[in-house]
């Protein structure tokens, strides 16, 4: 859920999110970032729209600094808040760190971050709790698996920053089933995949088969390669002239 800045936001953003409860999503993540305050307000009103079984996530895309971080953190834990991502810019890996040890809220991060490298600072500082590459801007579908073993090594999540075209979402569903879960547990997590729902055609023209949630779940297309196929019409329509 993004915001522009209106009037009765909190009201509007809580309407949006019960949208989403009533398509089947039973997680959804909102952005912060316009202000502590208001911020507040506006978790508190998604929170109490949609009730205490949808986990919620906040973003606040690098909004912020530390003890800012600290402060939206501390004011909203009693939310339930499933992750808090990119509290800080994201060179910061100290404030990461400090930050992750002062809050109960799992810290995410990563969608900046590339190649196996740049995760190795991210996981040795202990900056996050869920590792959050994007397939096509670090290292690709190989480099990512080898982001989701070395996460998995420092006993780190990954949920992968999904964004942009159909081939971008399909090759995170690919990746996602792909990726090993923590072991001696009777029942996994469901696997979780971010799928923003905002307008956007060239991620729900430009391949076929579209993905198309339902009940709040996708289907993982099993054609060979990354399963889908490009639309070349919708190509030629959002060609660059
Ligand atoms: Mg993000």
């Known amino acids: 859920m993004y915001f522009t800045e209106t009037e009765s ?7 949006e999110a019960l949208g989403y409860k009533e398509q089947g ?8 970032g316009l202000n502590i305050e208001k911020d507040i307000e506006n978790v508190k009103a998604v929170r109490q729209a949609i009730g ?8 606040a895309n690098h909004a912020y600094s530390l003890t800012e971080a600290m402060k939206l953190a501390r004011a909203v834990e009693s939310y339930q808040i499933s992750w808090f991502e990119e509290p800080v810019s994201p060179e910061y890996y100290s ?9 109960s809220i799992p810290i995410a991060g990563g969608e900046c971050e590339y190649l196996r490298f740049g995760f190795l600072h991210l996981f040795q500082q202990q900056c996050v709790d869920i590792a959050q590459p994007d397939i096509c801007a670090a ?6 698996k080898r982001i989701a073993d070395m ?9 992968p920053h999904t964004w942009g075209t159909g081939i971008a979402v399909s090759a995170a569903m690919h990746l996602i089933a792909n990726i090993d879960m923590p072991g001696s ?3 996994n997590a469901d696997a979780l995949m971010e799928l923003d729902r905002t307008e956007n055609p060239l991620r729900d023209e430009l391949v076929q088969p579209t993905f198309s949630p339902h009940n709040g779940r996708l289907q993982i297309p099993n ?4 399963g889908v196929n490009v639309n070349e019409d919708a190509l030629k329509r959002y060609l660059l002239k």
Do not use: C, H, W
């Open 25 to 32: 999503f039973d997680a959804m993540k909102m952005k912060v």
């Open 139 to 144: 290292g690709g579908l190989t480099e990512v």
């Open 223 to 226: 054609e060979p390669g990354l």
């Open 151 to 159: 996460a998995y090594t420092f006993g780190v999540d990954l949920v």
């Open 9 to 15: 936001l909190s009201k509007k953003l809580a309407q």
């Open 52 to 59: 205490s079984d949808i986990d919620l996530m906040i973003d």
């Open 95 to 103: 404030s990461y760190s400090q930050l992750r040890k002062t809050t």
């Open 185 to 187: 547990r009777l029942n």
